[in-house]
């Protein structure tokens, strides 16, 4: 990003920080899941994924809702406050778990957590947007580059403290340095302007392509939060089964960690090959890998089934976070800036929203039919996202008709 000063670069890193934790908050419960079903509803391993899958639907439901809030209201008011506020309540929230004892605490302080960080993401991409209009896919791949090296961790990090301390203090962690980076982006200034907008909303989500984005994004997000939620399970279930017990769920969250690292260089790549050779080539291109990634997964022979999991996490871990700056470089390059915050509110809900029903989706196929079988629907729709891939639209930077 050689056009960018230093004070730019270091915004950027910052609200990376900030993008890292506002998915760590939930990237905590994924590796703990069995033994926060244990702790709060017994030893049943198969009716806790049920329920717990539930909690989790309900959760990103609320967390992609509120972003139909936060875009609308991104496009009006300041967006470093709404931020700030998004990573000082989320965190605060946190503390509420300090009382679950049941289920229901559990529920009350994730659907809490999941309301007030929902205001982050579309105020932050419109942000992105407006303040690195001619690196916009690059700009999009570091925000999400650096929320990657640092989510990469917090799996093994929420394990480790979760078996050795208590679960609880594993979210509480990721809670605190949620509130410390919000109090330090308050203090930050940028130099987008607001202006009146002269398009309405319906007028933009017709613009041609546009819904075949969104349906492409609700794809997306149904295998995605699938994956993100029951990966370490199905690991622990499935693949590292014959390690046995705590040996098993370590590998897992290992393994989720993994996936996480390869946002890394995946984030990179992607913006930086959207600017260079547009988004859609890189959409297709990875939408091809993470189904490829999905199928090693499940049909590697089981004498290799470890050799599938490490072909899964190096080109999932590339291939999903790759599509991210790519796709939202795309959204930016179709609609107005003024309406900007709005339709990337939209385009989270699709994907964090609507997509979340596959955690519940997941946690019944796993409850009824078998672990194996539940990964078998989340393969599926990385089937679709593959198809549709091959039909959105092919804009440029330079080309927005």
Do not use: C
């Not at 905590?28 to 989790?56: M, R």
């Not at 609320?62 to 991104?74: M, N, R």
């Not at 509420?96 to 982050?120: P, R």
């Not at 799996?155 to 809670?175: C, E, H, K, L, N």
Request: net charge positive; proline share 3%; aromatic share 10%.
């Amino acid at each position: 990003m050689s056009n960018v000063t230093q004070k730019g670069r270091r915004f950027l890193s910052l609200l990376g920080a900030a993008h890292s934790l506002n998915h760590s908050l939930f990237l905590v419960a994924p590796p703990l899941l069995i033994i926060i079903g244990q702790n709060l509803l017994g030893q049943n391993l198969e009716a806790n994924s049920f329920v717990l899958g539930v909690v989790g639907t309900i959760t990103s439901l609320i967390y992609g809702t509120g972003s139909l809030v936060a875009g609308p209201l991104s496009d009006r008011t300041s967006e470093i406050k709404i931020i700030s506020l998004a990573l000082v309540l989320a965190g605060a929230s946190t503390f509420l778990l300090l009382l679950a004892k049941d289920i229901i605490v559990y529920s009350l302080a994730l659907f809490l957590m999941a309301a007030w960080a929902s205001l982050y993401h579309p105020t932050a991409n419109s942000l992105i947007s407006k303040e690195f209009p001619g690196q916009m896919g690059e700009a999009m791949g570091v925000h999400g580059l650096v929320a990657s090296f640092g989510g990469m961790l917090t799996p093994i990090v929420a394990f480790v403290i979760g078996i050795t301390v208590d679960w609880r203090v594993s979210f509480i962690f990721f809670g605190v340095m949620s509130i410390i980076v919000g109090l330090v982006i308050s203090r930050n200034r940028t130099q987008a302007q607001k202006e009146q907008s002269t398009v309405g909303m319906l007028e933009v989500l017709r613009m041609k392509g546009l819904l075949t984005i969104l349906t492409f994004n609700i794809a997306i997000g149904l295998y995605m939060k699938g994956i993100e939620y029951f990966l370490p399970t199905y690991l622990t279930l499935k693949s590292f089964q014959p390690l046995g017990g705590e040996t098993a769920k370590i590998w897992a969250a290992t393994a989720a960690t993994l996936v996480l690292a390869g946002g890394v260089p995946g984030q990179w790549l992607g913006g930086r090959a959207a600017d260079r050779v547009g988004s859609k080539k890189v959409l297709m291109t990875v939408s091809a890998g993470i189904l490829a990634a999905l199928l090693f997964l499940q049909f590697a022979p089981s004498t290799f089934a470890f050799f599938g999991v490490a072909a899964f996490i190096i080109l999932y871990g590339l291939a999903f976070y790759g599509h991210q700056p790519a796709l939202n470089s795309l959204t930016g390059i179709m609609t107005p800036p003024e309406r900007r915050g709005a339709i990337y509110g939209i385009f989270f809900f699709t994907s964090f929203g609507l997509g979340s029903v596959s955690q519940a989706i997941t946690g019944y196929y796993m409850r009824n039919y078998g672990v194996e079988s539940s990964f078998y629907v989340l393969t599926v729709f990385a089937a679709i996202a593959l198809a549709l891939s091959l039909i959105i639209p092919d804009k440029r930077a330079n080309q927005t008709k």
